[in-house]
């Protein structure tokens, strides 16, 4: 993420328990087989859920170069895909500047 401007040095994953209200959730949008088969169905009766499967790519084989140019295609292809969905799904004040 370094090499795009992203800095997840103090980032760290979430479970659900640090969701206050999972009411509040509307959209659930999974990147992966296993995250849709695995993750709890139902948020609330507003969510909407997605599934975006993408290659997961600790997966990757070769060497180390070819492992990271697979990390780097998925990076891209989900930076894409949030970008298009936005674009094309959520109202144009959603989006932040």
Do not use: Y
Request: with cysteine; hydrophobic share 45%.
């Amino acid at each position: 993420m370094e090499k795009i401007g992203g800095d997840l040095g103090t980032h760290r994953p979430n479970g659900l328990d640090a969701v206050a209200d999972l009411r509040s959730i509307i959209f659930v949008i999974t990147v992966c087989a296993w995250a849709e088969a695995e993750c709890p169905q139902q948020f609330s009766p507003a969510s909407v859920r997605l599934a975006w499967p993408f290659d997961d790519p600790a997966q990757a084989a070769g060497s180390e170069k070819a492992r990271l140019e697979t990390f780097h295609c998925v990076r891209d292809e989900i930076d894409a895909r949030i970008r298009t969905w936005l674009k094309a799904e959520l109202p144009p004040g959603w989006i932040a500047r």
